[in-house]
């Protein structure tokens, strides 16, 4: 007797409630069967592919994993001999790998410059400031090529994410005279840049610098050569936005001897360390 109601109560409700459950997922499966096979226009397609990419990149990204199609970003450097600016200009790749394009503008200075000014007048005025002994500022425009690869992603959207960079191309010198005002035998004042005529007065006789807005009209240029390696710290929260720190080395070597010092040896290979904060957008 108890069998038969036991029978009774499958035949009731378990095996309708299991047919109910199979027919929703068979017509479900149906469905979506149905819709992955019915032909659709082109403009349907490339809507599916996109819903199709979207999903793949929220759950790569989920994952802690950088994803876009281009980045580009500004920065600010801070160089052991110097400081510049840089922009950059990204192309993804793959997962790990990003190809970029780079362009910067440093001043370098020489570990010997330091600023001065003179008493004049029985020592109540002083000259304006001038460094002594400089003979050339020296600008850089770097123009490079390189490559980001991803080490570790996020995890999570307060994570970091770090990246091996390495670049490298032209780098072209900018030579601009450093000129200073000086006494003349007249009681004058003249401007003057450093000549091999005029060592002596422009190391001895000096009064005062001239600042910024002299010496571009003889500019003069050494071209050459630059490479650099870094890591990079991308600590931005939203994967749109790139915010990162980048700490590196760099190495440059010009064709030929870059004059900065009058006293000082001069160089064609250059060596320093940087750190550069960037910011910038990905889509």
Known sequence: MIRIHHNRFIVRYIIPVLSF??????QRAYSQNAQ????????????YERK?????????????MLIYNKQWDLGVKLNSDGYGISWEMGWMKSLR????????????????EYKTSIAINGGYDEGSSFIWGKQNYFYQVKFGYGQQYMIGGKGNKNGVAVSAIYAGGLSVGVLRPYIVQVNNNLGQTDNIKYTPQDSAEFLGAVIGGTGLGTGWNELSFKPGLHAKAALRFDYG????????????????EYFSKVPIMVLSPNHSFFFNSYITIMFGKRK
Do not use: F, H, M
């Open 52 to 64: 199709q990419r979207i999903a793949e990149l929220q759950r790569r990204e989920e994952e802690g």
């Open 36 to 47: 992955d096979t019915v032909p659709r226009t082109p403009g349907q397609e490339k809507r």
């Open 237 to 252: 929260r939203y994967n749109e936005l790139l915010s990162a720190i980048e700490v590196g080395i760099n190495a440059e």
């Open 21 to 26: 459950v199979l027919i929703a997922l068979g």
């Open 97 to 112: 790998w990003t190809n970029l394009l780079q362009v910067e503008i440093n001043e370098k200075k020489d570990p010997k």
